[in-house]
């Protein structure tokens, strides 16, 4: 701040350009020059335009709720959805966190095929974590920009109605159907849902299920325009050490073919299935995105090229608000 302030004290009094040319130069000192942001300004117009009353759910993982960083522009650009007319639904993991606490209390965590095997204790803390805890964390951040958001559970208001997946995975759920009343009331109040990912069976009993899961069924029920999946890698890559592979828009038909042949494969696989899913169950498009990258949904939501991956059910044409189909 001193070193802008010396430099507009430094530049005596002029033409009417040099006082531009000086104000461009203490703009571009703090990122972008007036024409910047301008041009990101117009750019973003048609798409808040289209958009305005759209829900998007935005799935976080529970990696990405350790960064402070992170999650301050995560928070910021969940109440920029807001302010400007869509409806943000947050979903939310704590794979991570659950871990950490089973491990403090001496207790070993099992893996199956990448889901937690899951007994009364296990659950127990998984509740703990995910409505407690890390939940209590997302809302901290949003609600610093006034009381906006809502903490939930899957079991609230019969939400997720879920199934045992395996009984050998004890109790770890799959989506049965959704109820999605009690997030449409939350939507109805201008509210944003933060959505704990544990269901309930037909007997009561809760389940722990994984998060990508429950963000591409609500995305469904809820007919949303974007479901939006927060990882730790650029979108889909066709070679995953070459970040330059990034494939910015694909069909689910480009994708399960890419799968069939091998070129979509390893970690990649998991990640676009989750797209995939959230497009069946009736979301009108799906995104993979770097949870990394600050204000990374703004960037992929409001610019004509985007920066990480959007999946839709098919090729659709061109429009001033779609990204262009990049080879």
């Known amino acids: 701040m001193t070193e802008n302030l010396a430099i507009q004290k430094s530049t005596p009094a002029g033409t009417a350009a040099d006082q531009k040319r000086s104000n461009n130069e203490v703009s571009a000192m703090r990122g972008y020059s007036p024409e910047q942001r301008t041009v990101a300004l117009i750019e973003a117009l048609p798409y808040i335009q289209r958009f305005r009353g759209a829900i998007v759910v935005i799935k976080l993982g529970g990696n990405a709720i ?8 995560f928070a910021e650009d969940i109440v920029m959805l807001r302010s400007v007319g869509l409806h943000p639904v947050v979903v939310h993991g704590g794979g991570p966190q659950i871990g950490e606490l089973l491990e403090k209390l001496g ?64 109790l770890v759920g799959d989506v049965e159907s959704v109820q999605p009343a009690i997030v449409e009331r939350l939507l109805a109040e ?27 069924a609500l995305g469904g029920a809820l007919k949303a325009e974007k479901v939006v999946y927060l990882t730790a890698v650029p979108g889909l890559l066709t070679d995953v050490d070459d970040p330059s592979s990034l494939v ?16 979509i494969n390893g970690g990649m696989v998991p990640k676009v299935r989750a797209c995939i899913d959230a497009v069946n169950a009736g979301a009108v498009n799906a995104h993979m995105l770097d949870g990394r990258v600050p204000h990374v949904l703004l960037l992929e939501l409001f610019t004509d090229a985007g920066i990480g991956t959007m999946i839709t059910a098919e090729d659709q044409p061109n429009t001033s608000t779609e990204r262009p189909r990049e080879s």
């Not at 350790?66 to 522009?73: N, Y």
């Not at 509210?191 to 429950?214: C, F, H, K, M, R």
């Not at 910015?248 to 070129?263: C, F, L, N, Q, W």
């Open 66 to 73: 350790v960064d402070d960083e992170v999650m301050r522009t």
């Open 107 to 170: 207790k070993k965590s099992e893996f199956r095929d990448g889901l937690r095997v899951t007994d009364e204790e296990t659950l127990d803390v998984a509740r703990m974590v995910l409505v407690g805890k890390v939940g209590r964390q997302i809302l901290g951040h949003i609600n610093m920009h006034g009381a906006l958001a809502v903490g939930m559970s899957g079991e609230d208001g019969g939400l997720l109605q879920a199934k045992v997946r395996d009984p050998e995975l004890g």
């Open 190 to 216: 201008d509210l944003i849902p933060v959505i704990s990912s544990i269901g309930v069976d037909a007997t009561g009993q809760a389940l722990n299920i994984n998060a990508d899961t429950v963000a591409g």
């Open 248 to 263: 910015a828009r694909a069909t689910v038909e480009e994708i399960e073919a890419g799968i069939a042949d091998g070129s």
